[in-house]
């Protein structure tokens, strides 16, 4: 199985900051990469496929970069409303895996 | 765009089985593929098997392999996830998630995004 993993766990911000999360998978996905925004008790919604291409209706502070097994989730000028868990996803082979989460709250 | 609309919250003795239902409104299955995904309390998401249209047959994450059984039938735009020989483990929020499928240079050759996701169904596992 391919191991994926994030850092940091869980980050401090204030709004209007830089943020940026970064994921690592154990073997080469090319760009079959996900990453997902979570707030409690809510759904997973999907932010970005195929490393950096991002989904219809997500604001453009979101983007995402890399290749291969290294990979990056940046928001550009952090908002009360991004503070959430975030979580990268490989769905490049059987079974598809997920990182742990990284947390990102209010310093 | 396609809504899912997962059936609602159970709670099941342990030993018994589940099935929970996501409906697709707003589209259909037809080259989409569909996947199951759970959280534990607390936790982080789990995946636990999926289905692509094309490639009809299901694929399952060892961990659950024998003891779940995902379909999806395209005539009522549903997909099921049942779930057998239910623990105290098994207590977790289920989701379904659909999305686009692509082709990848790796077995099985075929993928899917993740893009929708239902609202999820609590399965509660208690004696």
Not at chain 1, 24 to 37: D, V
Not at chain 2, 36 to 64: C, D, H, N
Not at chain 2, 75 to 88: G, P
Request: glycine letters at 10%; proline letters at 5%; a positive charge.
């Amino acid at each position: 199985d391919i191991q994926m993993t994030q850092s940091p766990s869980s980050l401090s911000a204030s709004v209007g900051d830089r943020v940026t999360i970064t994921c690592r998978a154990s073997q080469g996905i090319s760009n079959y990469l996900a990453w997902f925004q979570q707030k409690p008790g809510k759904a997973p919604k999907s932010l970005i496929y195929a490393a950096s291409t991002l989904q219809s209706g997500v604001p453009s502070k979101f983007s995402g970069s890399g290749s291969g097994t290294d990979f990056t989730l940046t928001i550009s000028s952090l908002q009360p409303e991004d503070f959430a868990t975030y979580y990268c996803q490989q769905y490049y082979t059987y079974p598809f895996t997920f990182g742990p989460g990284t947390t990102v709250d209010i310093k | 765009q396609v809504q899912l609309a997962q059936s609602g919250a159970e709670v099941k003795k342990p030993g018994s089985s589940v099935k929970v239902s996501c409906k697709a409104s707003g589209g259909t299955f037809s080259g989409f593929g569909i996947s199951w995904v759970r959280q534990a309390p607390g936790q982080g998401l789990e995946w636990m098997g999926g289905i692509i249209s094309i490639l009809g047959t299901a694929k399952y994450a060892q961990k659950f392999q024998g003891r779940v059984t995902i379909i999806a039938d395209e005539s009522t735009t549903t997909a099921y996830m049942e779930l057998r020989s239910l623990r105290s483990e098994d207590t977790a929020v289920y989701y379904c998630a659909s999305g686009h499928i692509v082709v990848v240079p790796a077995i099985p050759s075929h993928s899917h995004t993740f893009d929708i996701w239902g609202q999820g169904t609590m399965v509660t596992v208690s004696s």
